[in-house]
Structure formats: structure tokens, C-alpha cells
């Protein structure tokens, strides 16, 4: 396999943590080379070519285990998140006549699990190929305080087609909610201080679900038509992101899940970004209702990347595929319930290119 780039040593990735083995592992199929740590089941690098075949790491990460294991910074780079991907209100919910009581680490509610996710357990790798990687974690009956032991399988697979595809599989021995994602942020650059507001942006949506100044939903599914969320046909991400708009308002720029345009079942198109300098661009694909788009709002420039070049304000982007944020605490959202003998799934892909 001829590589014009340099890989991250598996060494910087080898380490022990609550007592299980760390490691790195490296997938390529196509034009495209992953490397991932079953810690957190994280992407690190993603190393695409553009238009003119040269090859750039388009993933936001880090350059070892240390600092992932830190606390400095943005947390989910690259990660699996759950059990409860987004926010839960209030950190609580009501399910079946009870009351569970969550951990409150997002001014007052409760984001992508908790202290303790998904993304900060070390998950076990039951096959590694040279294409594709299958782990496995079980999240704890109380982790946070959320019910049932949670056992989840996932695959991270490339293929020719130059897709990173993400299944998702979870049963539960107690009744709990379950809305799991993958939160890689992108620049198409490879450049982590270059602005993602030249990138062109199309989202297969007509409607968002409203949020509130903490960007909880306020249960009220709103259109698109007139506002700058409207990303019906491809916008420039910087053309409207400050405009005067309460939603832009409360999301600081972009930070909202887009209700996807779903026609029958299976795996649809949600979403496209492309870079018109390096011609790089992504098409998101999935099976769920929901997309949350993320503009890096809150990068500052304090953390580095692998490459120890500062994460820029607006200079890295999340597309993460899922349900509905706080469905377990609106009628009328989504259903998040997973119950004893049903199987949560979820798939996403991810097809990398350039014109």
C-alpha cells in the first residue's frame, strides 16, 4: 500500500486504563486511511486526497493517548457518544411512572451521557481487519444515572467506495433511552486554524427542532423557509452564521438538529460539505430522523491538534447522524426507549471525494 503520508506511531496510542488495553489501530480501503483508539471508539486521523490527489488528515484529533485521557479542551473529538447522544433537559426524565435523576455537566443538563460516556470507556475490540473495526462496550446499569445495562456493538468499516460507514447495534436489560452517534469534527483543509466558513453546506432538511438559549428544544418543530438554517440548497456556512436570527442567537452560529426530509426507510442522504479550494467535500448518509450540524463555536485556539497547530475558532465542523436531542422528554419526538428483547440499530456513512 503506497501511503504519501505519515501515520501516527501505534506507540503514542498504547497505554492501560481502568485496567484494559489501549491501542491504535489503522483501516484503509479506497483512497482513504483511518486510524482509531478503542478508547472511546475514537476516530484520530482521516487522511483523504483533493482534487489534485494530495493527501491531507481532514480529522480534528490528537497526537496521543495522554491527551485524549486529559480534560482540556473539546472532549468528544472524533468519539462515540451515548448512551444519550445530545442533551437531556434538566438532566432528567420520567419513564414508565419513574423519575431518573441524571448528572448535570451542561449548565444544568445533561450532554452526551454524562461525565462518563461511551466516549470515556475503553471498549473492546472483538475483529480488527485491515478495512474495518468491530468493539464492543457495555455501559453499566446506574452509570450517571441512567438504567439498565446497556451492551452496544459497533463497526467502523471503509470500503472502495471511499465510505467510512459507522453501524450501531444495542440491547439493554432494563427499559432506557438509547440515541447514539459519532461526533468526528472535520476540517477539509487538514488545516485546524483555517475557517470552515468558505465551505459550501447542503442539509436534506425543511424543518429544525427550535432550541433555547442553552440549546435545550423548546418542543416546537420549526421551518426553515426564510431563515438562515435553511440549507435546502448548498449556502456557504459563513454567509448567514451571524446573522440577527434568535436561533442563530441562541446557538452561537450553528449548533441545532435539522429534521431530515425522510422518504420510506434505509439509509438516506442527509447532508454534503464542501471545500471549493481543495475540492474536498463529505456526504453524509444514515438511517435516523435527525442531524446535528456544529460549526466549532466554541474552538478558541487554546487546544492544539496532532499536528500542535491551535483549533481555530469555526475551523473544525461536526455532522452527527441521530435521533431527536431530548426526546425522552417531548410527545410527539422521537422514540428513544430501548426495552429488554428489542435491538437498537443505527448506520452512517460518511463518503469522502473531490471536484
Same mark, same amino acid.
Given at each position: 500500500?503506497?501511503?504519501?503520508?505519515?501515520?501516527?506511531?501505534?506507540?503514542?496510542?498504547?497505554?492501560?486504563?481502568?485496567?484494559?488495553?489501549? &491501542? =491504535?489501530?489503522?483501516?484503509?480501503?479506497?483512497? /482513504?486511511?483511518?486510524?482509531? %483508539?478503542?478508547?472511546? #471508539?475514537?476516530? +484520530?486521523?482521516?487522511?483523504?486526497?483533493?482534487?489534485?490527489?494530495?493527501?491531507?488528515?481532514?480529522?480534528?484529533?490528537?497526537?496521543?493517548?495522554?491527551?485524549?485521557?486529559?480534560?482540556?479542551?473539546?472532549?468528544?473529538?472524533?468519539?462515540?457518544?451515548?448512551?444519550?447522544?445530545?442533551?437531556?433537559?434538566?438532566?432528567?426524565?420520567?419513564?414508565?411512572?419513574?423519575?431518573?435523576?441524571?448528572?448535570?455537566?451542561?449548565?444544568?443538563?445533561?450532554?452526551?451521557?454524562?461525565?462518563?460516556?461511551?466516549?470515556?470507556?475503553v471498549w473492546d475490540v472483538l475483529e480488527a481487519a485491515e478495512d474495518h473495526l468491530?468493539?464492543?462496550?457495555?455501559?453499566?446499569?446506574?452509570?450517571?444515572?441512567?438504567?439498565?445495562?446497556?451492551?452496544?456493538?459497533?463497526?467502523? &468499516? =471503509?470500503?472502495?467506495?471511499?465510505?467510512?460507514? /459507522?453501524?450501531?447495534?444495542? %440491547?439493554?436489560?432494563? #427499559?432506557?433511552? +438509547?440515541?447514539?452517534?459519532?461526533?468526528?469534527?472535520?476540517?477539509?483543509?487538514?488545516?485546524?486554524?483555517?475557517?470552515?466558513?468558505?465551505?459550501?453546506?447542503?442539509?436534506?432538511?425543511?424543518?429544525?427542532?427550535?432550541?433555547d438559549n442553552l440549546l435545550i428544544p423548546t418542543g416546537e418543530i420549526a421551518s426553515?423557509?426564510?431563515?438562515?438554517?435553511?440549507?435546502?440548497?448548498?449556502?456557504?456556512?459563513?454567509?448567514?452564521?451571524?446573522?440577527?436570527?434568535?436561533?442563530?442567537?441562541?446557538?452561537?452560529?450553528?449548533?441545532?438538529?435539522?429534521?431530515?426530509?425522510?422518504?420510506?426507510?434505509?439509509?438516506?442522504?442527509?447532508?454534503?460539505?464542501?471545500?471549493?479550494?481543495?475540492?474536498?467535500?463529505?456526504?453524509?448518509?444514515?438511517?435516523?430522523?435527525?442531524?446535528?450540524?456544529?460549526?466549532?463555536?466554541?474552538?478558541?485556539?487554546?487546544?492544539?491538534?496532532?499536528?500542535?497547530?491551535?483549533?481555530?475558532?469555526?475551523?473544525?465542523?461536526?455532522?452527527?447522524?441521530?435521533?431527536w436531542p431530548d426526546s425522552i422528554n417531548h410527545k410527539g419526538f422521537c422514540d428513544?426507549?430501548?426495552?429488554?428483547?428489542?435491538?437498537?440499530?443505527?448506520?452512517?456513512?460518511?463518503?469522502?471525494?473531490?471536484?
Open positions: 500500500m503506497a501511503i504519501a503520508f505519515k501515520l501516527i506511531p501505534a506507540e503514542k496510542f498504547q497505554a492501560v486504563h481502568d485496567g484494559k488495553k489501549i &491501542s =491504535l489501530y489503522t483501516l484503509h480501503a479506497g483512497d /482513504v486511511t483511518m486510524q482509531v %483508539t478503542n478508547y472511546g #471508539a475514537r476516530v +484520530v486521523s482521516i487522511w483523504t486526497p483533493d482534487r489534485d490527489g494530495n493527501y491531507a488528515d481532514i480529522e480534528t484529533g490528537l497526537g496521543n493517548i495522554q491527551e485524549y485521557l486529559g480534560d482540556k479542551g473539546e472532549r468528544f473529538l472524533g468519539a462515540a457518544v451515548g448512551p444519550v447522544a445530545n442533551r437531556i433537559g434538566k438532566a432528567r426524565f420520567e419513564l414508565d411512572g419513574k423519575e431518573y435523576k441524571l448528572v448535570n455537566n451542561n449548565d444544568g443538563n445533561t450532554l452526551h451521557g454524562g461525565f462518563i460516556g461511551i466516549d470515556r470507556l468491530v468493539l464492543s462496550v457495555v455501559h453499566p446499569d446506574g452509570l450517571e444515572g441512567l438504567p439498565g445495562n446497556l451492551s452496544i456493538k459497533m463497526t467502523y &468499516s =471503509l470500503n472502495e467506495k471511499n465510505e467510512f460507514r /459507522v453501524d450501531y447495534e444495542a %440491547t439493554t436489560d432494563a #427499559a432506557t433511552p +438509547v440515541n447514539l452517534s459519532h461526533h468526528s469534527f472535520f476540517n477539509l483543509s487538514g488545516r485546524s486554524d483555517r475557517s470552515i466558513l468558505g465551505y459550501e453546506l447542503q442539509i436534506a432538511a425543511s424543518h429544525t427542532t427550535a432550541i426553515v423557509e426564510g431563515s438562515p438554517l435553511d440549507f435546502r440548497k448548498p449556502h456557504q456556512i459563513g454567509e448567514r452564521v451571524n446573522a440577527k436570527d434568535q436561533q442563530i442567537a441562541n446557538g452561537y452560529g450553528y449548533d441545532h438538529n435539522w429534521v431530515i426530509d425522510r422518504k420510506g426507510e434505509g439509509v438516506q442522504f442527509n447532508a454534503k460539505v464542501y471545500d471549493p479550494e481543495c475540492g474536498r467535500f463529505i456526504e453524509v448518509y444514515s438511517d435516523q430522523p435527525g442531524i446535528q450540524f456544529y460549526c466549532g463555536n466554541f474552538f478558541n485556539g487554546k487546544q492544539k491538534d496532532k499536528f500542535g497547530v491551535p483549533i481555530g475558532y469555526r475551523c473544525s465542523l461536526a455532522l452527527e447522524t441521530q435521533k428513544t426507549v430501548l426495552r429488554p428483547g428489542e435491538t437498537y440499530t443505527h448506520t452512517c456513512i460518511y463518503r469522502f471525494g473531490a471536484e
